[in-house]
């Protein structure tokens, strides 16, 4: 296809790779030898893509991530973050944005954006103007001294993101952040977050069980069977961008998505 | 017609309440002996003026010595044990259990042990309010969402900076309301003690002037522990907004809120 190649070339990344995943399994402790969780994964996401891992509920998908990020040990295998493994969180390689929107109730709106660079001590100014371009960025401009409870489910969700992208960090993994938004948040949400994909140009891991979701959102779909999660199928998405909401109607999309929905009706 | 605000029927209530105190006396439905008017209260309290405010002080020293021992043994016992699973496993169940139990018999032993002054009062009301402090504490602890930490860990926080940024701003809420009604029980019972044992104080002059059959005085005294716990009460409230001004935030400005359909771009086809 031809306007894929130039969309890697423009990203000038073309080949290569943010995160590798190598022999990865994973079993939860337990009695009789504990419960397989993740098995056999091998996987690779190249630099500046958007990448999403589909996956019926309780396949490890969200384990996954939380290794990708540092959060969580892996049994076996190892996982390789630019080109170093990641034991411990790194906020400045990756930034996380979780399901719950997991905002801190206590802190205001710009507080909330700022805590990770607050952790590492930048002064105070510094901190404000990065985290005032964060929230204008995310489209929420007169609302940095709200606090999380006066916010709409969407409004957080894009305050998450806004943290997660603060300390500018190359890999963004996100854990179904929009399993809690009704539909049509969930669908203005998707393309936002398209929409500031394509000025921050980060690499994306996104979490979903949403097929359509998925095909909308990604370059690259993999798709995870039931638990022991392993990957059973990996499908280049090719719709060109940016992506417009008439694209769900048509049959490259339908196909897309019914291919993911096969593989996975395959395996339940 | 409108409806009063909630805060004007309270203060309605409240003078027709000191209103009938001092109304039905005088009608001599109830003996003086039962209830002296508001107004002869009033008189033997500016009489005795000296009197009263020396005891209040004492009272005031053994209350803030005793919430002192209250709130900071409670807080510290409270983090060790909603925070280090082997301790909440061991004592947990412990101190629950001895809050169930009337501390109050234990006061004779204290005055055995501390003499009758003002020691055995603040040991004994100390005591008291230790209990629902330390409980609240760990109670607060525990019932952080685990989402905080992950989150927090993922942007790089180190276990001193979890403690410091998330578990102690998490667990505030929880642990003020321990702190309110630890300070409540710090007061009942230092007048408690003073009541029962004692050769100064507030809860003393309740108890001297009732012997002698003195009604106004044994009113005038109770009249001062009321004020005392009121202002409390208040002290402690207005406190708790400084310190937790975001969980009311959003109902002191829902008028001058800008619409979200202004800032949030709609989403193009295109």
């Known amino acids: ?268 | 017609m409108r409806r009063p605000a909630p805060a004007t029927v309270r203060w309605m209530v409240l003078v027709a309440l000191l209103a009938l105190w001092e109304v039905v006396p005088l009608t001599g439905a109830l003996p003086e002996l039962f209830l002296p008017a508001l107004s002869k209260t009033l008189t033997v309290l500016w009489i005795d003026r000296d009197i009263y405010f020396a005891a209040l002080l004492v009272t005031l020293y053994e209350v803030a010595l005793s919430m002192l021992i209250a709130c900071g043994l409670g807080i510290l016992a409270g983090a060790l044990v909603g925070g280090l699973a082997v301790l909440r496993i061991l004592l947990l169940p412990i101190f629950s259990s001895l809050y169930a139990v009337p501390i109050v018999i234990l006061y004779p032993i204290f005055t055995a042990w501390f003499g009758i002054g003002s020691s055995s009062k603040i040991a004994f009301a100390g005591i008291y309010g230790f209990f629902p402090v330390m409980l609240s504490t760990a109670a607060g602890i525990r019932t952080i969402d685990p989402q905080f930490l992950l989150a927090a860990r993922s942007m790089g926080a180190t276990l001193p900076q979890q403690i410091t940024r998330v578990i102690i701003p998490a667990s505030l809420p929880t642990v003020f309301a321990g702190l309110r009604l630890g300070g409540a029980l710090a007061i009942i019972g230092v007048v408690v003690s003073e009541m029962l044992t004692a050769s100064a104080g507030i809860g003393y002059l309740v108890t001297l002037n009732r012997t002698i059959l003195d009604s106004p005085r044994v009113f005038a005294a109770i009249l001062a522990i009321l004020v005392l716990s009121i202002a409390y009460y208040m002290l402690a409230r207005a406190l708790e907004s400084r310190m937790l001004v975001w969980q009311t935030a959003g109902r002191r400005r829902t008028s001058s809120a800008p619409q979200i359909a202004a800032t949030v771009p709609a989403p193009s086809a295109a």
């Not at chain 1, 801190?104 to 371009?133: C, K, V, Y």
């Not at chain 1, 949403?210 to 095909?215: G, R, W």
């Not at chain 1, 069977?225 to 059973?232: T, Y």
Request: aromatic content about 6%.
């Open chain 1, 1 to 268: 296809m031809q306007h894929l190649a130039n969309l890697n070339e423009l990203r000038g990344q073309a080949g290569e790779i943010a995160i590798k995943v190598e022999g990865l399994s994973h079993v939860y402790p337990g009695a009789d030898g504990g419960v397989p969780a993740l098995a056999d994964i091998d996987m690779s996401v190249g630099k500046g893509r958007f990448v999403v891992i589909v996956g019926p509920s309780g396949c490890g998908k969200t384990s996954l991530l939380m290794m990708m990020a540092g959060l969580r040990r892996q049994s076996q295998g190892r996982i390789l973050c630019l080109g170093q493994p990641i034991p411990e969180p790194d906020p400045q390689r990756v930034g996380v944005v979780f399901q719950e929107a997991s905002l801190f109730p206590w802190l205001s709106t710009l507080d909330n954006i700022e805590f990770p660079l607050s952790l590492r001590g930048m002064p105070r100014a510094e901190r404000r103007r990065r985290s005032q371009a964060m929230l204008s960025l995310v489209g929420l401009e007169g609302f940095g001294e709200r606090y999380p409870h006066e916010l709409s489910g969407g409004m957080k969700q894009r305050v998450s993101i806004a943290r997660g992208l603060v300390q500018d960090p190359p890999v963004l993994l996100m854990d179904e952040p929009f399993a809690a938004l009704d539909e049509q948040t969930r669908m203005t949400m998707g393309h936002e977050l398209l929409r500031i994909w394509s000025t921050a140009r980060k690499t994306v891991v996104f979490v979903t069980h949403s097929l359509t979701e998925a095909v909308y959102l990604a370059d690259e779909v993999l798709v995870m069977s039931p638990r022991p999660g392993r990957l059973i199928d990996h499908i280049e998405v090719g719709l060109p961008r940016p992506r417009t909401y008439e694209m769900m109607a048509t049959e490259v999309f339908g196909k897309l998505r019914n291919r993911i929905w096969q593989q996975i009706r395959k395996t339940v």
